[in-house]
């Protein structure tokens, strides 16, 4: 079961609308190599998981990385979503993905920065221990490469400030495989870190979640389950030198930004105050005003 909280991994900052820069933001939700990719690919290898009880480390390991990807295609969705607000209706179509007005009231799709949809066909999950780990080592990588191209391509605050985050804690995910593989294979990954070869202290947007030590940092995403994921996730980190470490609880994260209604899109309706009314009076019923 999946606990959810109404809150996002980062505060998103205000910045003016891009529907362009909103495209190319698309390719790190829906991409071969986007969040709805690692969010699928690790959520199926948990479920088919065999021998959870005797291989409980693995298995707590992809587990608990599948829960903190859902919130990344949170983030990912609040910060596309963040930066087609305000924008014309005309301007969308013409500089943007046209979808996103046509289809989904300025809001994300699950797309890449192309508009084809998402696809299952990325989803990969063997059966084979280390064959998956070993997809999902270089699935955090090509990740991390889609990342960089949007953070050196779209200059817009909200997909800076997302980038920068998504890989500080990509970046851990990337370790965790990585450091699994060694455990049950030998082979050293870490010695390609990072890969590409870009630091992410190089990057400002990484700074604030480097200090925290964010890098470091495998979150559990439950107050009792997956707590073996510690016998794996151990060690110094492969480039800093630093002691790896599991926490619970995850940090608290930061309130959804306002998003509010695109009339020219009808979203969330042709007469969005009618809604509201309705809304409200429902709210005072129930005893929430």
Request: with cysteine; charged share 25%; net charge negative.
């Amino acid at each position: 079961m999946i606990l959810r909280y109404d809150r996002l991994g980062i505060e998103i900052p205000p910045g003016d609308p891009d529907p362009a820069g909103a495209m190319a933001v698309q390719e790190l939700m829906g991409g071969r190599f986007g969040e709805m990719s690692t969010l699928m690919n690790y959520t199926f290898q948990s479920f088919s998981f065999r021998g959870r009880k005797e291989l409980r480390p693995f298995y707590d390991l992809i587990a608990n990385i599948a829960a903190e990807e859902y919130g990344h295609i949170e983030v990912v969705g609040a910060t596309i979503t963040a930066m087609l607000t305000g924008a014309d209706a005309r301007q969308v179509v013409e500089q943007g993905n046209p979808h996103h007005v046509l289809k989904a009231g300025k809001g994300v799709l699950p797309v890449d920065s192309g508009g084809a949809p998402w696809t299952g066909d990325y989803v990969f999950s063997s059966g084979d221990l280390v064959e998956d780990l070993t997809h999902n080592y270089f699935l955090e990588i090509g990740a991390r490469n889609g990342k960089l191209k949007v953070y050196e391509t779209v200059d817009h605050p909200s997909a800076r400030a997302l980038t920068g985050y998504l890989l500080v804690r990509g970046g851990v995910h990337m370790v965790a495989y990585a450091r699994a593989l060694e455990l049950l294979t030998g082979a050293d990954l870490t010695k390609t870190f990072p890969m590409p070869r870009i630091p992410n202290e190089k990057i400002p947007e990484c700074k604030p979640h480097l200090e925290r030590g964010s890098h470091l940092t495998l979150y559990r995403f439950t107050p009792d389950d997956y707590k073996e994921v510690a016998a794996v996730f151990k060690g110094a980190h492969p480039e800093t030198g630093e002691q790896l470490r599991v926490e619970h609880p995850a940090p608290e994260g930061f309130p959804w930004p306002d998003a509010p209604p695109q009339p020219d899109v009808f979203s969330p309706g042709y007469a969005p105050e009618e809604i509201v009314e309705i809304a409200q009076r429902l709210r005072k019923e129930a005893g929430f005003d």
